[in-house]
């Protein structure tokens, strides 16, 4: 796709209750989402509840052991059968009347049947939906008939990098949740801006070598690849703040980040495998869901392997707890007050984009492109 060199969005999309809200109809309902990860749901019976856009689905693992997926939509009067993640049920029951629905949907029995004559429960089970796993990773699609998830992805499988989440290991403690005062645009904008890498993560991202950064996009999905920086790779086993992981070949090590479109992030680097959920919550609001993946190790291994990195690189372990995000070494941190800036800098009459970097921005004026192919329908 070409990309003319300009801002494409204006502030209203950003802003806008009328904007967010046709996003969640045109876009959100209309294409593949991450729900969550196979682990979250081993067991028949378990269940998680996901929203694409306007649609509130059910995924469920079913008495057969496969994944099946539902709108979370009793037949009876439309109420909300499921509100949380759970584990093991038998069945699935709208706490409004007892109507029971099994593990695959049908449904099983009415309280007082007697008072709908004619009720044929054949007819009568949850509409149903798309559900998929890839890498672990299970996305759902409210439409039943969805175009393959293979489909969707196009070649961004060719693009990801040689790790294998399976063989890594998820920590308690290890997953963070971040309510961001910024529209959900800005958040993946950020995401995808190589221009700001080198400047405001200076420090906390030093051990990349930012002018070497590639990306291109796979489908409408963005794809990005920049190799570690020379001093920072001669020492890699001695100074990576956590196990290096194993299965990576030396000469494919390196950050692979990606943004599956819409708002969907997968980070691969040479100590972890990151997924970021990116959910619009309000025009100004969005919740950002990170989940960490490593190889395994101790807790002293850890606490040790941060007392290396910060004596090499002069950053110390991030403290989220600093009065200033920039001062708090973390990343995320840095991101965030960077996003949040420019949602208030929209509130002003003299906010405008004054230029757009011709290589390490572009990829954000492709994103929207891609954007507006669903807005503009």
């Known amino acids: 796709m070409t990309s003319e060199k300009k801002w494409r969005l204006p502030v209203e999309a950003y802003t806008s209750q009328e904007w967010f809200d046709k996003e969640q109809e045109l876009l959100f309902s209309k294409v593949w989402q991450f729900a969550g990860m196979l682990e979250d749901i081993p067991n028949v019976g378990d269940h998680l509840c996901v929203r694409a856009g306007l649609q509130p689905l059910i995924v469920v693992r079913g008495e057969d052991n496969e994944l099946k997926a539902f709108y979370n939509i009793c037949r009876h009067r439309g109420t909300e059968l499921l509100r949380t993640t759970g584990k093991s049920k038998k069945m699935i029951v709208c706490p409004y009347h007892h109507w029971v629905y099994g593990l695959d ?13 004619g009720l044929d429960k054949s007819q009568m089970g949850l509409h149903p939906a798309s559900v998929t796993a890839w890498k672990g990773m299970i996305f759902v699609h409210p439409e039943v008939d969805a175009p393959p998830l293979s489909e969707w992805l196009a070649d961004l499988p060719d693009h990801m990098g040689p790790h294998q989440p399976e063989k890594l290991v998820e920590y308690d403690g290890v997953r963070y949740q971040y309510d961001i005062k910024a529209n959900w645009k ?30 291109t996009y796979a489908g409408r999905h963005w794809t990005f690849f920049e190799p570690l920086s020379k ?3 001669k020492n890699l086993h001695k100074v990576a703040p956590m196990p290096v992981i194993d ?18 992030g997968i980070t691969e680097t040479e100590v972890g495998w990151t997924t970021l959920n990116i959910t619009p919550i309000a025009p100004n609001r969005t919740l950002v869901d990170i989940r960490v993946r490593t190889m395994p190790m101790t807790t002293t291994q850890y606490n040790s392997g941060w007392m290396r990195w910060s004596k090499w690189s002069k950053v110390q372990e991030p403290n989220p707890d600093a009065d200033d995000p920039l001062e708090s070494h973390d990343v995320m941190l840095e991101d965030i007050y960077a996003c949040e800036q420019q949602q208030s800098a929209m509130r002003s009459p003299k906010f405008e984009v004054g230029a757009v970097a011709e290589t390490l921005e572009r990829s954000i004026l492709e ?7 669903f807005m503009e329908k």
Request: charged share 20%.
């Open 247 to 264: 299965h990576i070949p030396d000469e494919n090590i390196g950050a692979y980040v990606h943004m599956l479109f819409p708002n969907f």
């Open 231 to 233: 001093s920072y790779k």
């Open 367 to 373: 994103y929207q492109a891609h954007y507006l192919d």
């Open 186 to 215: 800005i958040f993946i904008e950020n995401y995808m801006d190589g221009y700001h890498l080198a400047h405001l993560h200076a420090d906390t991202l030093n051990m990349y070598e930012h002018k070497s950064q590639r990306y």
């Open 105 to 117: 949907g049908e449904l099983k029995s009415v309280p007082s049947q007697k008072e709908f004559p």
